[in-house]
């Protein structure tokens, strides 16, 4: 993998080289020392000389500082909200919605109310997020799939805000399958949002996908914390002549036709050993503006699962493998679900990908402004009068 990342010096020109002045070596001596004081002046890493390079977003993201501002709308400032939270009776709890993919909903919306970047006021706000379990409501009963749409229109409805920019700076987490595709009505009311979702190729059945590359983001999955904190609790990754399984597939991409594969690989060749492969071909992973994962990973095509994928896999020396394991120990805590106060954290990834998506300014359609800078509706009545519920489309 490593050798098409390799230094090659470049053949020699044939033509004839100009004339090499003292002039011409005083200026590129210049040259060079303005280039080095300016590049230690405004980068914020040094420079590796290491053959291989790996993207260091904890070097990147972690020496400068956040500029945004979010608010996080409270339960009990929009009627319905509570209900996405714990369903129509209240009985969903945080606890039981901490589970599997599920838990992102909770964690970035407690991590929201205790970052530095959270806001009260809704003036000075980049960002609006709106906090919901709606998935775990759903899979434990709290909510069916007609609440739920009927819910997010009756939420929507009653933030300015939102009417404001046509949805543009509102923040929403869909952590399954389903993604967007939870609330029905998606497409038509925050088709302009943006989505936090670890499965941007997925469609789960759907014709259309609900991910947006150029508006949305991915997250990491979920994890438990015991396999994620620091200390004794820190799961140990075994030598590799100690691993003992085949494969672990995580997914139903593809529509399960990469599990499939994988079992009848398993049931043909029992003695062999696998490292993990990327096999999720439309996949978009989490923070890849600053990861090269072609260092700390592999991806195969899914159309090519069988043995030769087994072949290639035992091909590659475990040196190698454990070099390509190294270099993602480097970057892993960037999946790890703690504050965004944290030098390296999947909060402070998320908040960083969410300033990047900041605007100076927003408006809809349905948004108009005068010359002293005030805002209207068609109406020509100014924002701070509008009243609820707020128009939708």
Known sequence: ?????????????????????????????????????????????????????????????????LSLKIYVYEPEEINGLNNLLHGRDG?????????????TQVKIHKFLLQSKQRTRKKEEADLFFVPSYVKCARMMGGLNDKEINYTYVQVISQMPYFRLSGGRNHIFVFPSGAGAHLFKSWATYINRSII?????????????????????????????????????????????????????????AQGKAGRVKLIELAKQFPEKECVPVILSDQTELPFQNVIDYSQISIKWPSSRIGPELLQYLESIPDEEIERIIARGREVRCWWVYASDSEPCSA?????????????????????????????VNRNLVQFSKWELPVPLP
Request: glycine share 6%; charged share 20%.
């Open 196 to 252: 936090l979702t670890p499965e941007g190729d997925r469609t789960d059945k759907r014709d259309t996908s609900a991910f947006n590359t150029w508006k949305d983001i991915i997250i990491p999955g979920n994890v438990d914390d015991g396999m994620t904190k620091t200390g004794a609790t820190v799961v140990k990754p075994l030598p590799l002549p100690k691993r003992k399984y085949l494969a672990n597939y995580l997914g139903r």
């Open 91 to 103: 009985k969903v709890t945080e606890e039981a919605c901490l589970k599997g993919q599920w838990g």
């Open 1 to 65: 993998m490593s050798a098409s990342n390799k230094w090659r010096a470049m053949p020699p020109h044939h033509h004839q080289q100009p004339l090499c002045t003292r002039t011409h070596q005083i200026g590129a001596l210049l040259l060079v020392t303005t280039t080095f004081f300016f590049t230690r002046l405004l980068s914020p890493c040094t420079l590796s000389t290491s053959v291989v390079h790996v993207s260091h977003p904890q070097l990147q993201w972690g020496q400068s500082q």
């Open 347 to 375: 909060m402070r990834g998320i908040m960083w990908e969410l300033q990047r998506k900041v605007r100076q300014f927003h408006h809809s359609a349905e948004t108009f402004w005068l010359h002293n800078g005030s805002i």
